[in-house]
């Protein structure tokens, strides 16, 4: 009984040593993983109201953060027989990490527990020293990104038109105004055609009395010459 459960339990090993696969960002395979932190963080809006307190009606998730402190050098020991050795590894790996922050797209970054998909590089930042050696310490951190999908909708006709009926609003009428407005000329040019006419009979009546008036004096003084028999 004990070497079977011996046997089951060497196999579970094999299983997973055959699943584990080297940490790698956007394709870039690094030889170790020497530290990982995952943020999960949120953000509580704060509203200020009359009473003189702040409430707060919702709590809004920030996007995932994750930090990673990666190990590459020219010969690896976990993947040896999976990366092998090679003098230039170092600045390849080095220049497609820069390359990757250049392009500004999103990427998939595989860890042993998990894997995450659409993450943008915030920063990367890479260490060498006398320590190091040949080697080279790369701290990533990665963030995230909700992407969204745009839709067309298109709006009915008779969302666009007025009214309860949703017929148009059609054009005001201006016909009574001119009316009156003609009226009100007519009985002004009426009113100050009967006051010409008016002055005009009068300034007659005036001319044709001084005209009578006139004759009556002359056949007066006429009367008084031929008694007197001037003529």
């Known amino acids: 009984m004990a070497q ?39 953000t509580i809006p704060v509203y200020p109201v009359e009473e003189g307190f702040p409430v707060s009606d919702t709590i809004i998730l920030d996007p995932l953060t994750l930090q990673m402190t990666l190990y590459v050098t020219n010969t690896p020991v976990t993947w040896l027989k999976r990366h092998g050795a090679s003098k230039g590894r170092v600045n390849e790996v080095s220049n497609k990490i820069e390359d990757m922050w250049m392009d500004r797209k999103l990427v998939k970054i595989v860890t042993p527990d998990a894997i995450y998909t659409t993450m943008g590089i915030t920063s990367i930042t890479i260490k060498k020293s006398a320590e190091l050696g040949y080697s080279r310490e790369v701290s990533v951190t990665a963030q995230k990104v909700r ?24 054009k005001s009428q201006t016909s009574p105004t001119s009316k009156r407005s003609g009226s009100s000329n007519s009985t002004t040019s009426s009113s100050t055609s009967s006051s010409s006419t008016a002055s005009g009979s009068s300034s007659g009546s005036a001319s044709t009395s001084s005209a009578n008036s006139s004759k009556k004096s002359q056949s007066i003084l006429y009367g008084v010459a031929k008694g007197l028999k001037f003529l």
Not at 9 to 29: H, Q, Y
Not at 148 to 169: D, E, H, M, R, W
């Open 4 to 42: 079977r459960e011996f046997a089951k339990f060497n196999s579970r090993v094999k299983k997973k040593k055959k699943k584990l696969k080297p940490v790698a960002i956007a394709g870039i395979e690094f030889d170790a993983l020497i530290d990982q932190q995952k943020t999960l963080s949120a």
């Open 147 to 170: 992407k969204t999908k745009k839709k067309t909708v298109k709006v009915p006709k008779y969302k666009l038109k007025s009214g309860q009926t949703k017929t148009k609003a059609g």
